[in-house]
Structures are given as C-alpha cells and as structure tokens.
C-alpha cells in the first residue's frame, strides 16, 4: 500500500491543498531598519515585511549623540564625524548580509540639533541612503504601532523613554489613539536636570507632566518601551529569581514598579552598577530612567506596567 504526501494527495472538498515545495522554495527579502537616537543608534534587519517580522539579525552602538551638543543645541563637529562613523558601519552591515532594503528614522536628538540636517546629509553622502527625521506625533504613534504588533489587542497607554524625549500615546487595540504627546523627559535630558538637584528635577518633570501626559482612560495599564525602563524589567527578574528571563510581556503591579523605581533613582552610580544583570550601558542614566517612571506612574496612576520589547522599528513596519 503506497502513501501519498500531502502535495500529491488531492485536496478534499473544503479542505487545505499544502503545495511544500512552494513553501520550502519561498525565497525572502530582508528588510533592515536603523534608528538614529539621542544615545544609541540601532540597526535591526527582520526576514522579511510582515504582521510580526522576525529579527535576524540586531546590533546597536553608542554614540551618544544628545550629549554632544553645546549649550546653543549644535552638534560639534565631532560629534557629526562620529555619528557618521556608527552609521558606516551599521551600513556595512546590512550591504555584507544582503539587505534588499534599508529605511533610517532619526528621531528626537536631530529633531533638537539647530544643524540636524547637515548630520542628515552627511549621513546621505556616507552611505547613499535616504534619512527620515521623524516629527514627536509619528515618533510616538509608530512606537505605539510597534506595541500593537507585539501584543494581542493592547488597551492603555504606551510610553517610549528615550535619551531626549519621552513618547506617550494611547493604545486601543488594534490602533493608536488620538491622544499623544512627546515631551523632553529623555534620560540624558533629566541626568542633566538631576545635576543640579533633586528636587527642581522632580518639579521640572512634574510640570511637564500635567501639562502634556495624556490621560488614561482606556485599561488601566502602562505600556514601557526603551532600553532605560527595559532595564528596569531585568533588574527586577534578576532580583526576583524569576524562572522566564523575557523582558517583553513582562508585567509588574505599578506600586512594585514605582517602589523599584524610587529605590534606583536614588542611587550613585556605584549602587547602580551593583544591580543584578544591569546592562552596563544604562548605568550612567538608569538612575535619571528610573526617576521618569516614577513621576509617571505618580501621574497616571495604571494598575500594571508592561514591558514591551517592541517599539519604533516595528511599528515602522
């Protein structure tokens, strides 16, 4: 007695005809995206356009742009130059693996640099490719699409803490809300604030705060993106001895989130490098991180907190 496969077999009435060669032969075109940020510039190429894109490949490196800038809002020169040499090599990258195509975002760091465009066009003249800087509404709407891609049907607010700026906006499940704001809460931002003393920075936040954070009216639930609040996630799971060490989708009741919050952005830095599984480059501005999520969840007042490690890049997507 022979046995047919399921591509010679003949499709019943109604049912699924499976042509396995086609499937197993099906060539991809990867797509890369880089971002351009106030203090890491990533480059994450997926297998291919889709729903929910696989990451192949994800390299990120620290220039630290927000930092360099003088007191007018001018990128130095060196400042560009070395930009321009983490772009270079992000590009050598994604031409090495063959990237069909490459789309670069740059977001609230060129938006706040009075010569932005002359980093964009020398990022042009480097690498042959096009620049977009994103607008704070787009920034943060396509970091809220990057969280509706990650989860089924989110409810509540979404809030992307990056080294310039802080992106909120609703969530409703399958699409963002109209309600959105990008503020300059970054963590280099408040770092810089905190500077001069606890308390203004506090106050500083506060205001910016109640004047421009939407309300939560939807689930009672903050969405955390960006790798200062991730980091937060870890150090917690490492704290806690957790069996799963996912940070995405991990949730934490917001007074635990606030008490861990508070506790680091008190710290020195010392203190801080002592945290279980802290990501080496967040130990300078965690503590600056930490203090936005708490003023946040002061605010807000959500029930959960849910880390997402889905953001721009996916919501770009």
Known sequence: MSVMS?????????????????????????????????????????????????????????????????E????????????????????????????????????????????????????????????????????????????????SAPKGLVGDIGGGSLEVAEVLGDRVGARKSSMPLGALVVRALMAEGGDRAKKTIDAELAENLPPLLTEPVLYAVGGGWRALARIHIAMSDAPITVTHGYALDADTARALAKKIARMTPEEVAALPDVPGRRIATLPAAALVMSRVLKHLRPARVVFSAYGLREGWI
Do not use: W
């Open 72 to 151: 007018t809002g001018h990128l130095t020169a060196d400042a560009i130059a070395r930009a321009v040499q983490a772009v270079r090599r992000l590009d050598a990258i994604a031409r090495a693996m063959q990237v069909s195509r490459v789309d670069i975002l740059a977001t609230e760091a060129v938006r706040r640099a009075s010569n932005g465009a002359a980093l964009i066009t020398a990022i042009t003249r480097a690498t042959g490719r096009e620049a977009r800087v994103l607008t704070g509404a787009e920034e943060a709407s396509y970091t809220a699409l990057g969280v509706i891609a990650g989860f």
């Open 6 to 70: 399921a591509v010679d077999r003949p499709a019943q009435k109604g049912g699924l005809e499976i042509d396995t060669a086609r499937i197993l032969g099906r060539s991809t075109a990867h797509f890369g995206v880089f971002d351009i940020g106030a203090i890491s510039f990533g480059l994450v190429v997926y297998d291919s356009l889709g729903r929910a894109p696989f990451p192949r490949f994800n390299e990120k490196t620290f220039p630290e742009l927000g930092d360099r800038m003088d």
